[in-house]
Nanobody, 120 residues
């Protein structure tokens, strides 16, 4: 079972940047999907970005060109670089991990989340 601990959230103004980190343990980096999700108050949790085991990555359309997911295996850390932040990016951000099964990631483990608040 993976252990995931997020950090790096905070309160920023529109247009500013934040880098989220997720300390990862208990995974096989060769076979595990790692990703970021977010949940705004009163809304469901939504997928934001995935770093696949083969080194590829993907992001939701709303953040493409502004956010970038990356991983540093030597540091056991997953990152989410967030630039040009907007108020609609305000949410609790969660790190997730899981195996690649049936042509998709199966998200089985979650961190506790880190809050990102963007003021207008």
């Amino acid at each position: 079972q993976a252990q995931l601990v997020e950090s790096g959230g905070g309160s920023v103004a529109t247009g500013e940047s934040l880098t989220l980190s997720c300390a990862v343990s208990g995974v096989d980096w060769r076979t595990t999907c790692l990703g970021w999700f977010r949940q705004a108050p009163g809304r469901q949790r939504n997928w934001v970005a995935t770093a696949y085991a083969d080194g590829s990555k993907n992001h939701i359309r709303a953040v493409k060109g502004r956010f970038d997911v990356s991983k540093d295996i030597a540091k056991n850390t997953l990152y989410l670089q967030m630039d040009s932040l907007k108020p609609e990016d305000t949410a609790m951000y969660y790190c997730a991990a899981g195996p690649w099964l049936h042509d998709s990631c199966e998200w089985t483990d979650w961190g506790q989340g880190t809050q990102v608040t963007v003021s207008s």
